[in-house]
């Protein structure tokens, strides 16, 4: 009885510190944005360098919303000056694992006291941890393997908190560089990091992307356990497979394989459904091999960053491509403001097909490519950010469509995958397979059943 106690009060000791911990961050966040705001306000650019060090520094070893926002700001194209994206970049999505005490009180609190007697058996130690919940290995009693995805304490409320300091730390950034009006960036990653709570949604999405997928063998998606879930437990089944990372070394036809899972996972449901996992993360798949060790599939692991697009969406991402091909810039004009994108010049058009001529062009030509040659994952896309950027300052300023925010951000993980993988695909050819006989009515009536049988809502138009 007194080892029990003595773990409880670990337990409570360990999550006042957190609080503390997350306190203290805050302070450090307001700081750091304070140092910023001054340092651009008398022109010494020198320092911001040491103020995006002195950020990472603040947010190292935080668990929590806070730390998923800068993982997400770091992969989105000139949301924060480079120097910051950069230095964010560098955090680790693996957090320290919550206690065995404190899991079976959480469990106890979404499934009742008797929750073990549910299982065969549940492993005490996390598989995986990360910034709003961690996984446990569990059996039924049937045997089945699954995966338990158990959300920590109060991240509602720590959501929230941290939703706040992100509106401080772009109303610095926008007053001090004005070229980009991020206003919209932050309601997206909001909304979409308050749906990640929700994990009865992302069992939806799962179920979703179950049914979307069904045709591509390679591909595996978990299926939900609903008896053994609620809103902040998702219980699925588990998928064996290794990392991703570790196939970076096998032949390319083995490569090329996992590529091409990736391409059509992502492609497919967009273009014919409006749907994107909005958060291409290695740590988000793991690859299932053959009896030789040689990969033979993808499985999709985690959905609690999917974003669905109303069918004109869609519409414009193929009218955009269709214009940068043919050279055709009414085409190219009426797809910026079918995104959403107002008051555009002849001098903003020319700076936003900068970034269109390089998302879209490895779509544009019919040959077996790499994606990029001679650039690595962590650099592909920033120059092209940077040089539109500083078009931008001159031009602008340009206020970025919500909608734009996810797939832009999701479209360069891609890429920087297909990088670490040394792909080399007919990516015209598979991006004109998922766009064949393109309809945008057959795209919303397709989407209206899919959603609608899955329990997800459909999307609002675009804002």
């Known amino acids: 009885m007194a080892e029990g106690t003595d773990k409880q009060d670990r337990e409570a000791n360990r999550l006042s510190g957190r609080i503390k911990r997350y306190a203290k961050v805050s302070t450090g966040v307001g700081s750091v944005a304070a140092k910023f705001a001054g340092s651009r306000l008398f022109g010494l650019e020198r320092e911001q360098g040491k103020g995006a060090s002195e950020l990472r520094l603040a947010l190292g070893g935080l668990k929590g919303p806070l730390m998923k926002v800068a993982q997400?700001?770091?992969?989105?194209?000139?949301?924060?000056?480079?120097?910051?994206?950069?230095?964010?970049?560098?955090?680790?999505?693996?957090?320290?694992?919550?206690?065995?005490?404190?899991?079976?009180?959480?469990?106890?609190?979404?499934?009742?006291?008797?929750?073990?007697?549910?299982?065969?058996?549940?492993?005490?130690?996390?598989?995986?941890?990360?910034?709003?919940?961690?996984?446990?290995r569990a059996t039924t009693h049937d045997g089945v393997d699954l995966a338990c995805k158990l959300q920590y304490p109060e991240m509602q409320s720590a959501v929230e908190a941290d939703l706040s300091q992100l509106k401080l730390i772009f109303a610095i950034y926008k007053r001090m560089n004005p070229a980009i009006d991020p206003s919209?960036?932050?309601?997206?990653?909001?909304?979409?990091?308050?749906?990640?709570?929700?994990?009865?949604?992302?069992?939806?999405?799962?179920?979703?992307?179950?049914?979307?997928?069904?045709d591509i063998p390679e591909i595996d998606v978990p299926k939900v356990v609903p008896d053994l879930s609620t809103n902040r437990l998702l219980t699925m089944t588990w998928l064996e497979g290794r990392p991703m990372l570790d196939f970076t070394g096998h032949g390319l036809e083995g490569r090329n394989l996992l590529a091409r899972s990736m391409f059509q996972a992502w492609w497919m449901p967009f273009n014919r459904f409006g749907v994107i996992h909005g958060d291409p993360h290695l740590g988000n798949y793991s690859?299932?091999?053959?009896?030789?060790?040689?990969?033979?599939?993808?499985?999709?692991?985690?959905?609690?960053?999917?974003?669905?697009?109303?069918?004109?969406?869609?519409?414009?991402?193929?009218?955009?491509?269709?214009?940068?091909?043919?050279?055709?810039?009414?085409?190219?004009?009426?797809?910026?403001?079918?995104?959403?994108?107002?008051?555009?010049?002849?001098?903003?058009?020319?700076?936003?097909?900068?970034?269109?001529?390089?998302i879209y062009g490895p779509l544009l030509e019919d040959r077996v490519r790499a994606l990029a040659d001679g650039v690595s994952a962590a650099e592909y896309g920033r120059k092209q950010a940077f040089m539109v950027h500083q078009a931008l300052k001159e031009k602008g300023p340009v206020r970025v469509p919500r909608e734009f925010v996810f797939m832009d951000r999701a479209a360069i993980g891609l890429g920087g995958v297909f990088i670490r993988l040394r792909a080399e695909l007919n990516f015209y050819q598979l991006f004109n397979e998922t766009i064949e006989e393109f309809d945008l009515e057959a795209v919303r009536a397709r989407q209206a059943a899919a959603l609608g049988a899955a329990g997800v809502p459909l999307p609002d138009r675009i804002s």
């Open 72 to 136: 997400l700001m770091a992969t989105i194209p000139d949301a924060l000056p480079p120097e910051y994206a950069e230095e964010l970049a560098q955090l680790q999505s693996q957090a320290p694992a919550m206690g065995w005490p404190f899991v079976r009180r959480r469990m106890a609190a979404e499934l009742g006291p008797d929750w073990q007697s549910r299982f065969a058996t549940f492993e005490h130690e996390a598989a995986a941890a990360a910034s709003l919940g961690q996984v446990h």
């Open 184 to 214: 919209e960036i932050a309601t997206e990653i909001g909304a979409r990091l308050r749906e990640e709570l929700d994990y009865g949604l992302e069992g939806r999405h799962m179920a979703l992307y179950s049914e979307l997928l069904s």
């Open 287 to 358: 690859v299932h091999s053959d009896a030789d060790g040689a990969p033979s599939g993808l499985n999709l692991l985690d959905f609690g960053c999917i974003r669905t697009f109303p069918a004109e969406f869609v519409g414009g991402v193929v009218d955009l491509y269709h214009g940068i091909r043919t050279d055709d810039r009414d085409r190219t004009v009426a797809a910026y403001e079918t995104w959403g994108f107002r008051d555009l010049t002849n001098e903003l058009i020319d700076i936003l097909n900068i970034w269109a001529q390089f």
